[in-house]
């Protein structure tokens, strides 16, 4: 069979799950009562939250140190791991490398919160600070692949990452084998990409729908120009899903070309519902990025009546200051 130009396939999904299977969470897909009366339709919510890091991101950073390991041995490694990230991914790679014995370094700015750096420290990785913006952290990152030896994890741009992000597709074809459509949240395309690679190798029927915010949605307007572009970045309640796709992307924005059929992009004031609704009717504390997909169901005029609809809840990782914002933007 001939392997696309993006590298991921059906077959790396499932070489994923053999690698991951121990390291992460088989998560649950629960039916919603509210949501389905609500939107007329079977909604199901795919708890990405119930992860040990609080969300999706470990299922890459696992698959892509394991597929390492596998392919150059673990002395190959032995200079360790490396990404510049404060959030999910940074807390996924930590704890990916602890669980499989490679050590991490995990370079952040000096204007990083100690409460993050500490939950990074608690997680098993080193954390460098460095200068005074992710730019300059991922520098540092540079530095230390160049100069130590280290390997890079990058946070979606990666058919391993991409891979073992689809494991979620499986679980889902598994769990609700005759699904209609995954709404699922957009940045840098590797959660969006590696499900719907999966499932549209399974089910090609099933639609699989992308949700951007409403300002610097970068892969949504390289979609669009037909190529990377840099979008200029805006602060949100769903700041996992800022940031740009890299302008030499080779491996998301092909996938998410490839798979993604229908998209939209949410206000903030949508995000911030969405999230309270969550808290309020399901008992789940989601971060934004989580919410997108109700977001996009509430405000979108999203037409999903008769439909068997999975949401993918991504994360968790939100500060109580962001969830205060939300409610107070909503006013409950
Ligand atoms: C990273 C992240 C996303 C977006 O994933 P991409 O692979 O960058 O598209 C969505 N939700 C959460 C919680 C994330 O951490």
């Not at 939107?39 to 394991?66: C, H, S, V, Y």
């Not at 939950?119 to 460098?128: C, D, K, N, S």
């Not at 940045?187 to 099933?206: C, F, H, N, T, Y």
Request: glycine share 12%; with cysteine; net charge negative.
């Amino acid at each position: 069979m001939s392997q696309p130009q993006h590298g991921v396939s059906l077959a790396s999904v499932y070489q994923a799950r053999r690698r991951i299977a121990g390291q992460v969470v088989r998560t649950p897909l629960i039916r919603s009562q509210a949501l389905s009366e609500r939107f007329d339709a079977e909604i199901l919510l795919k708890l990405e939250t119930q992860q040990p890091t609080g969300a999706f991101k470990l299922r890459g950073a696992a698959n892509m140190i394991a597929a390492l390991i596998e392919r150059h041995g673990r002395d190959a490694l032995a200079a360790g791991v490396t990404t510049a990230s404060t959030g999910n991914h940074g807390r996924a790679v930590a704890y990916a490398a602890a669980r499989l014995g490679v050590p991490a370094t995990i370079c952040l700015s000096r204007l990083v919160p100690a409460n993050k750096v500490a939950a990074i420290e608690a997680l098993g990785a080193e954390v460098r600070r460095v200068g005074e913006s992710q730019d300059e952290a991922f520098g540092e990152v540079e530095r230390l692949v160049c100069e130590r030896g280290m390997t890079l994890i990058p946070p979606f741009d990666d058919p391993r990452i991409a891979a073992g992000q689809g494991t979620i597709g499986l679980e889902l074809m598994e769990d609700a084998p005759d699904l209609d459509r995954v709404i699922v949240g957009l940045s840098g395309g590797g959660l969006l990409g590696g499900i719907g690679a999966a499932v549209k190798a399974i089910r090609p029927e099933a639609n699989i729908t992308g949700v951007s915010l409403a300002h610097g949605a970068a892969m949504w307007e390289s979609l669009q120009a037909g190529r990377p572009v840099a979008v200029e970045e805006v602060a949100s309640l769903a700041d996992s899903l800022g940031g740009g796709i890299g302008l030499d992307n080779h491996c998301t924005f092909e996938l998410v070309r490839e798979v993604m059929d229908d998209h939209c992009q949410v206000s903030e004031e949508a995000i911030a519902h969405a999230m309270v609704d969550i808290l309020e009717h399901e008992k789940l504390l989601v971060e934004g990025a989580a919410a997108v997909g109700l977001a996009a169901l509430a405000a979108h005029g999203l037409d999903v009546r008769g439909e068997r609809v999975a949401l993918v809840l991504s994360g968790n990782g939100v500060a109580l200051e962001t969830l205060d914002r939300a409610r107070a933007m909503v006013g409950r």
